[in-house]
């Protein structure tokens, strides 16, 4: 008997702006997206500006529900779901990097991780948190705040939130568009060994064609729709 | 997830830890919260205390402030002998008498409170004199004086003065009167003598106008209100006016509730209008938290968890506020009750060391935390319901709007701070009447916000570029203009409410009443001494016009058909018609041959001159009309003890504004002149004679002449009754002025709440080319438009409510000033206009280049 997958869409439509207002049109930012992702795999998601990378994201997380369509992820249904019970589902079971890092200003890089540990319902958040940040070089910065920190440190500390529940899918829309190419590179770099030591899942939004390379598997996004779906064979590990 | 599909929430101690993480130890963000709260907190906890004080200091001295567990009094007599043994019999007694009297002493003259007090005075506390003596009645030819009669006839302890021809040895200056203020309301400084100095004097004859006034004590388990109910059963007809213990200042404490409620309402007023800071400040907070509240949800924190770690911050800052503002009131206690002692503390007991009052902070505190919660209560929801893509995405999507999840609490802490108002106040239906008219305030404030956004968003685009950009930021979305607009519109139609009243009260005391009223009130003048008044008065004062009529006291004892007569004794006269006033107690009754000066007649005929048949009276028509009286109806008084009736012949007009001898019964003569009585004179003086020369002399020429008499100047009257007006209208202006203080507070919240958009506005418009002088003009566009069109509203609003208090609350003229009303006015909007230039220069000095990094 074969596992289920780690997500599989169906249909997927999103339509935004429906509005009654006269100045909003809507706008249909996904076209019909079916998709299946299976556990473990790394998965580059490519596609011009407004092509729906973002939003596919946003969906696939439950950030946004979308309009139409069938969602599996982690085996819980997703479209069926209302927003506290997505909000629900993702506790510890999915984590995300985004491009401006959004780390909590107010709190320490510390508490930025053991909150998500704490929301997650994990136990003993102030060692684990302690060992990830550790863990993605960041032991000497544990109590300095987002402002404290360069760009690359915050990735760094938000790539640490998002492993630290251990979830079975990670996503990350664009992580190293915010940064300078060596440290985008450190960050991936750290971002893939992280992975490979959980075994999760990972979606990755990028423009980098050489970032794209190194996954498993390539999906181009155009105008809302799947252009290409390609498996790599030279993908890291 | 739990067994009902519903997501399971955060357990309370993991939201209190993210709660706390977030949470700046300094409150950033959440400052203005809190100075609204501590505004608006520490001015309710400051007047709510100062009310308990007061009142507990009248509940706890009554027995000393009337000088016993009972006063009974009663006008131009002694008690009868039944009357004294029945007194007597019921416990220790003191009697004596009050009247108006004039003291002498180095040339000079003084209007003075005579009271003459027997050996037994005072029954509960001890007279302290200046030097320091505990001392009771002044032996017989000694007086005890207070200091403004010390003063004012220059004189000192062992100088000598005189009463109606008796000198007197200043035996010591008053330093503490034990039952000062349950004499209640005086037209001079006291002086105490011995009880026999009135009939040695000459002061005691019949038909003089004094006031005897007998003290009791009795065991400490009698009941004094059944006591007072028994004397009155006995002496039904008697004319007695009884006060017990417990309702020692009963006026006085009225007063203070009323006056207390209303400050406390002002205050309560200023707290809503904080509320709005707080609706903002919340909205500002959880718009700078958008990212935050979005990461927060991201990483799996449902709405309602999101709720909870931000509802759980804003209680910590609302309780800050709080506690800061009862500390805040706490500390003015003193202060205030200082400040009170020195200006109205022979009106009112106060007592200076009185402690706060538990009952009084936690009201403040119970409307504070509500108003918090209440005003928090939609942003938090909107938080709450916006998906985390939605705060990512859009920064022009506002909290502000009003989901309906908030529609519940929101209701619910309205209905809350309704009842905290109307259950824990002494005036439930005051409370409920100012409520309605806030609310009302508030809902045409609302709903002129909502009609300026539409307007300005229909409006034509103006060619002007500054013009356009100041027109659009009135509609804006996450625009401020509705919160301002209710914000100011108050703070703004306070401003002309209290200058419309004041003005109006000036205008009633100082514009019309001295042009129309006499220059002295003569009482106690023996009709056949009328003469020798006249001829001094117009030999020092050519001109001067002397008006004379009887004056009696006397109390209505039944009314009404003469086969089907209404008993007074058998009424409860506290629920009366306000207009059938003349029913409580003792009042001023006349005889007159002709229609009074300034009365006219509206039914009924007038006695002709030397009439001689039925006894006859006319009624003021206000009080005919209050008790259902019609012509040929009859009348019983008591005067001096005697029973007398008469027949209603006519009604009158009385023109009360004339302050001239003024009365509700006028009596054929035949009805009362075989009794004794003394004349009361007004003396109205020519222009050229109303100076301080002049007028020194006459008094004096009269002093000498007439020594029985007492001559009182009605500009000093005025002038008392100004100066408490005054005082009334300080303590408004005091306790209106937080709510000009919350406003500001709101303007700076609005101010900060829309700098972000503003930031970006300024740097583009910075960046395309637009001089400082410039974006300070849209700025100051933008504002004076607002404020300009609020002026106007507050100008309606304010003069309406003024108009209501003065003609329908205090039966006063209309009469503001309007000059110095729209000084006041421009004077407010100026200093908005200055505040809120002041705060937005920070925005206009961003460098664009760092600005533009940032957002």
């Known amino acids: ?184 590179q450190s960050i991936i770099d750290m971002l893939l060994a992280r992975r490979a030591e959980t075994g999760a899942t990972l979606l990755i939004i990028t423009h980098d064609s050489a970032l794209a390379k190194r996954c498993s598997r390539i999906i181009t996004l155009a105008d809302g729709l799947i252009a290409s779906d390609i498996t790599s064979h030279s993908a890291a590990t | 997830m739990n067994t009902s599909g519903t997501p399971a929430p955060l357990p309370w101690n993991i939201c209190i830890t993210i709660a706390r993480r977030e949470l700046s130890a300094r409150f950033r963000g959440l400052r203005l919260l809190i100075i609204c709260l501590f505004i608006g907190v520490a001015a309710l906890s400051a007047i709510g205390s100062l009310t308990s004080a007061i009142s507990g200091s009248i509940a706890a001295r009554g027995r000393i402030i009337l000088g016993g567990d009972l006063e009974i009094a009663v006008w131009q007599r002694g008690l009868t002998a039944p009357e004294s043994q029945f007194l007597n019999s019921l416990g220790t007694v003191t009697s004596g008498t009050r009247m108006q009297a004039m003291a002498a002493a180095n040339n000079l003259t003084l209007p003075v409170e005579l009271k003459s007090v027997d050996g037994q005075w005072p029954l509960v506390g001890r007279l302290k004199l200046t030097d320091g003596r505990q001392v009771g009645a002044p032996s017989a030819n000694q007086a005890w004086l207070a200091p403004a009669a010390a003063e004012r006839l220059q004189v000192k302890q062992g100088h000598t003065i005189t009463i109606s021809g008796q000198a007197l040895r200043v035996g010591g200056i008053i330093a503490d009167e034990p039952d000062r203020l349950g004499e209640g309301f005086a037209l001079g400084p006291t002086v105490i003598t011995a009880a026999d100095l009135p009939m040695r004097a000459g002061l005691i004859s019949p038909g003089a106008m004094y006031r005897s006034k007998i003290r009791l004590t009795c ?144 009201r403040a505190a119970g409307f504070g935390l509500l108003v918090a919660l209440t005003f928090a209560a939609p942003p938090l929801a909107a938080a709450k319901n916006f ?76 060619r002007h570029p500054i013009a356009r950009l100041g027109l659009s930021n009135l509609h804006r979305p996450g625009g401020q203009t509705a919160r301002l607009v209710t914000a100011l519109g108050f703070g703004l139609s306070t401003f002309v409410l209290l200058a419309v009243v004041e003005t109006s009260l000036e205008g009633n005391m100082q514009s019309r009443i001295p042009q129309r009223a006499p220059d002295y009130f003569i009482m106690g003048l023996a009709p056949d001494k009328l ?97 259902d009286l019609k012509i040929g109806d009859r009348l019983t008084i008591s005067l001096l003890g005697v029973e007398r009736s008469a027949t209603i012949a006519s009604f009158r007009r009385i023109d009360w504004d004339s302050l001239g001898s003024n009365y509700v019964l006028v009596f054929s003569p035949n009805a009362l002149s075989d009794a004794p009585y003394k004349l009361a004179s007004t003396i109205s003086l020519p222009a050229s004679a109303k100076n301080a020369t002049t007028k020194g002399a006459m008094m004096r020429a009269i002093t000498a002449a007439l020594p029985a008499i007492s001559a009182i100047e009605v500009g000093g009257l005025l002038q008392q009754a100004h100066d408490l007006l005054g005082q009334m209208s300080m303590a408004i202006l005091a306790a209106a002025s937080v709510t000009v203080l919350a406003g500001m507070a709101v303007l700076i919240g609005a101010i900060t709440a829309a700098r972000a958009a503003k930031l970006y506005d300024n740097v583009i418009l910075r960046v395309l080319g637009a001089s400082r002088a410039q974006l300070l003009t849209l700025i100051m566009a933008e504002f004076a438009g607002l404020v300009l069109i609020l002026a106007l509203v507050a100008l309606a609003i304010g003069s309406a409510l003024g108009w209501l208090i003065m003609v329908h609350l205090f039966k006063f003229s209309f009469l503001p000033n309007w000059p110095w009303v729209l000084a006041v006015l421009g004077g407010g909007v100026t200093v908005i206009l200055c505040f809120a230039l002041l705060t937005s220069l920070p925005l206009l000095r961003a460098k664009p280049a760092a600005a533009l990094r940032e957002l």
Not at chain 2, 280 to 307: C, F, H, P, V, W
Not at chain 2, 546 to 575: E, F, Q, W
């Open chain 1, 1 to 184: 008997m074969t596992s289920p997958p780690a997500l599989a869409a169906r249909d997927l439509t999103l339509t935004l702006g429906q509005s009654s207002s006269k100045t909003d049109a809507a706008v249909a930012v996904l076209r019909g997206i079916s998709l299946t992702v299976a556990h473990g795999e790394i998965v580059a998601l490519l596609g011009p500006s407004g092509s729906g990378k973002s939003s596919l994201m946003a969906v696939l997380t439950g950030l946004e529900r979308a309009t139409s369509g069938q969602l599996t992820v982690a085996g819980a249904n997703f479209a069926a779901m209302d927003e506290d019970a997505l909000a629900h589902a993702r506790r510890g079971r999915i984590g995300i990097v985004l491009q401006a890092f959004h780390l909590l200003p107010t709190m320490t890089a510390l508490e930025n991780v053991m909150t998500a540990l704490d929301i997650a319902g994990i136990g003993d958040a102030e060692t684990r948190a302690t060992a990830e940040l550790t863990a993605v070089g960041l032991g000497h910065r544990l109590h300095h705040y987002p402002s404290q920190l360069s760009g690359g440190e915050q990735q760094r500390v938000a790539i640490a939130r998002a492993i630290a529940t251990r979830p079975a899918l990670i996503f990350a829309d664009e992580p190293t568009g915010n940064l300078d190419a060596a440290t985008g």
């Open chain 2, 387 to 462: 998906p985390a893509m939605a705060l990512m995405r859009a920064r022009v999507t506002s909290l502000t709007a009003m989901p309906r999840v908030a529609y519940l609490p929101t209701a619910l802490g309205g209905a809350a701070l309704v009842g905290l108002a109307l259950f824990t106040g002494p005036k439930p239906a005051f409370a409920a009447g100012f409520l309605a008219a806030a609310a009302a305030i508030f809902a045409l404030l609302a709903g002129l916000g909502w009609a300026i956004r539409r307007m300005a968003a229909r409006l034509p685009r103006p």
């Open chain 2, 531 to 627: 003469p020798t008044l006249t001829q001094i008065v117009t030999a020092t004062a050519q001109g001067a016009v002397i008006r004379s009529v009887p004056a009696m006291r006397g109390a209505i004892l039944a009314y009404g058909p003469a086969d089907n007569m209404t008993h007074v004794a058998d009424l409860d006269l506290t629920k009366i018609p306000e207009d059938a006033w003349a029913l409580k107690g003792e009042r001023g009754l006349t005889f007159s041959e002709q229609i009074p000066l300034g009365n006219a007649l509206t039914d009924g005929t007038w006695w002709g001159a030397n009439y001689t048949g039925t006894p006859l009276v006319s009624v003021d028509e206000k009080f005919a009309a209050a008790i």
């Open chain 2, 219 to 362: 065991a400490s388990s009698c009941n004094p209100p059944a006591i007072a109910e028994r004397i009155k059963s006995l002496f039904p007809t008697a004319g007695l006016t009884i006060r017990t213990s417990d309702k020692a200042v009963q006026n006085a404490e009225n007063f203070i509730s009323v006056m207390g409620e209303f400050l406390v309402m002002i205050a309560l007023a200023a707290l809503l209008v904080a509320g709005l800071g707080i609706g903002g400040g919340t909205t500002s907070y959880l718009e700078a938290r958008r990212n935050g509240i979005a990461t927060l949800k991201i990483l799996g924190a449902s709405g309602q968890d999101i709720a909870r770690i931000y509802l759980l911050q804003i209680t910590v800052a609302a309780l800050v506020g709080s506690i800061a503002g009862l500390l805040a009131g706490a500390l003015l206690l003193p202060l205030l009750l200082s400040l009170l002692a020195q200006t109205i503390g022979t009106l009112i007991p106060i007592d200076r060391s009185a402690l706060v009052d538990p009952a009084a902070l936690a």
